[in-house]
């Protein structure tokens, strides 16, 4: 395991592999603002020695080690993210990979099989909705993020220029995100969070993620997808409560849905072994068998 910087189209990104490059090439897309570290190095190591997989994460720009724009003025849109896994994949010599995203990076890993398919063998996605507006009734009526979460990201007070600031925000979001039928790990929490911020060039900038331009819509429906598809779906998420993980199942042919109870946004360590299992068996011959059932 070695972090690898990777140079292309003028920009720097930081990237880190685990596994032999030999093995199924998984590629991890994190979600808005956040660095690969949220990718958890345990997770990635039970991912890899458990297929085995070649499991890579990457630093989106704005995040962790990868190139970084001044708050405000990031000089790139959500499109160029969508191009930036594809460069990932590129400088590891690798064609095609098994995709996995989560939140944000579910909407970009849904992008980069509409407009880059060549690249993509399979879709897991967690913890998102359609990256894709939708005309059916079913889209029009998803449900709303929790009246919890939208109190919270309506009056939270963070001071971006001071770092104690920004990590106790960072873990109070976690906490709201994890949904709340859980026992939530602070300390746990409280650690990953400070890492990020330390290792970051310019923890400020990735709120430049906020303030993205998608660029020009796919002209695919979702319904062109014709990759094997899993969609993983907490059924206490406060953001994307579980509808949106259904109505995506939906609208992809063939996808399956694994909701996983009581489980808030992201991954959870609580469900590192349900969803590395459901992932291994999506992507070859897992060692695991998922349950299904919410």
Do not use: K
Not at 244 to 253: K, M
């Amino acid at each position: 395991m070695a972090e690898r910087m990777i140079e292309t189209t003028g920009i720097r990104l930081c990237t880190e592999s685990f596994g032999n490059p030999s093995d199924p090439p998984v590629l991890l897309i994190m979600g808005t603002g956040a660095s690969m570290l949220w990718w958890e190095e345990g997770f990635c190591r039970m991912l890899a020695e458990g297929g085995p997989r070649f499991v890579i994460r990457y630093d989106h720009r704005d995040t962790g080690r990868s190139v970084t724009y001044e708050p405000g003025r990031p000089g790139y849109s959500g499109a160029d993210l969508v191009d930036d896994a594809v460069h990932v994949l590129d400088a590891h010599g690798i064609p095609a990979a098994h995709i996995v995203g989560v939140s944000a990076g579910g909407a970009l890993a849904q992008l980069l099989a509409l407009e880059h398919a060549r690249c993509v063998l399979s879709l897991v996605l967690i913890s998102t909705s359609s990256a894709v507006p939708g005309d059916s009734d079913g889209d029009r009526d998803l449900p709303p993020p929790t009246e919890e979460f939208m109190r919270f990201v309506s009056t939270v007070d963070v001071d971006w220029s001071d770092a104690d600031s920004v990590i106790d925000y960072q873990v109070a979001y976690a906490r709201v995100l994890a949904g709340g039928r859980r026992p939530f790990d602070e300390t746990a929490a409280r650690g990953l969070v400070r890492r990020d911020v330390e290792r970051a060039n310019d923890f400020a900038a990735a709120r430049n993620h906020d303030s993205l331009p998608d660029g020009e819509p796919p002209r695919a429906p979702l319904s062109s997808i014709a990759v094997p598809t899993l969609v993983i779906h907490g059924t206490a998420d406060p953001m994307f409560p579980l509808r949106h993980g259904e109505a995506l199942a939906e609208r992809i042919p063939a996808a399956s849905l694994l909701a996983l109870a009581d489980a808030g946004h992201g991954v959870e360590r609580t469900d590192w072994p349900t969803i590395v299992a459901a992932i291994l068996d999506h992507t070859g011959t897992g060692t695991g068998t998922a349950d299904r059932a919410s």
